[in-house]
């Protein structure tokens, strides 16, 4: 309940200052909606001289290029904020050294204790395009799909996170280390089905990189139902993947010696 309250008087700063530049507000929102709109006209293109791609029809693209907003508008408002400057400021300026003397666990601080709201915006542009792919596919889903897609979408949440969290512990071994571009790169493939994409890459993305949890196991779950096989290893995923990414953080702070060292 403490780190509730911490995350919840951080977002209402975070939101308050934001709301400080309102013009910024207004950028935004036309920004996410060109985003939004490019990708749309990318499925439509494609899908004006096919009727399928690997399975999937135009429907079903718009629920999963929704489900990717979702998960992007999470990850650009919590965890980017916090994660994305670790190895330049977090080790090599010492921001770290002000975290370990907060009565929080330093994990926290460094991965959750920011945010950038206008970020949501992409939220509630998501829920709009699941809602035209669903209307599209002239079938809603039933109540049970949508709690489990619920479930995938908190089992990918936690994956994304653990995900940034080990990059970000990367720069207690190689402070100069950065992969954010690459990790931006990478992310960017989970907004198609990777059933698109060739096996030795999509099993990367299954197993080793798992971006297929970010969109297309979800709009999956959604779409046709929750199954056993698919849960089960969606949240053993993410669990396996939160411990992994806790246990790499204390292994950093016990090699951590202080910036000036």
């Not at 989970?190 to 971006?211: C, E, N, Q, S």
Request: aromatic letters at 10%.
């Amino acid at each position: 309940m403490k780190l509730l309250r911490l995350f919840a008087a951080g977002f209402t700063r975070s939101a308050q200052a934001t709301l400080t530049f309102r013009i910024n507000l207004l950028f935004d929102i036309v920004l996410s909606i060109i985003g939004v709109g490019a990708s749309l006209a990318t499925v439509f293109i494609v899908y004006a001289r096919t009727d399928s791609l690997a399975g999937w029809t135009e429907a079903e693209t718009y629920v999963l290029i929704g489900t990717f907003q979702l998960l992007s508008s999470l990850k650009n408002a919590f965890i980017d904020p916090n994660l994305s400057w670790f190895p330049e400021n977090g080790i090599r300026n010492g921001k770290l050294d002000t975290f370990l003397l907060q009565p929080a666990p330093t994990l926290y601080l460094a991965s959750l204790a920011r945010s950038t709201p206008l970020s949501l915006i992409q939220f509630v542009l998501g829920l709009a395009v699941i809602t035209l792919g669903i209307t599209k596919q002239g079938r809603p889903p039933a109540p049970g799909a949508i709690l489990a897609w619920i479930l995938t979408l908190i089992a990918a949440l936690a994956v994304t996170w653990a995900m940034g969290v080990l990059l970000a512990c990367l720069a207690f071994w190689a402070p100069r280390l950065q992969l954010d571009v690459f990790y931006g790169s990478a992310w960017e493939l989970a907004r198609y089905p990777t059933d698109i994409y060739r096996r030795p890459l999509r099993l990367v993305l299954t197993y080793l990189f798992p971006l297929t949890l970010i969109a297309t196991i979800p709009t999956s779950t959604l779409l046709n139902g929750p199954r056993v096989l698919v849960l089960g290893p969606a949240v053993s995923g993410a669990i396996l993947s939160c411990s992994l990414a806790v246990g790499c953080w204390r292994l950093g702070l016990r090699r951590y010696t202080g910036a000036t060292s």
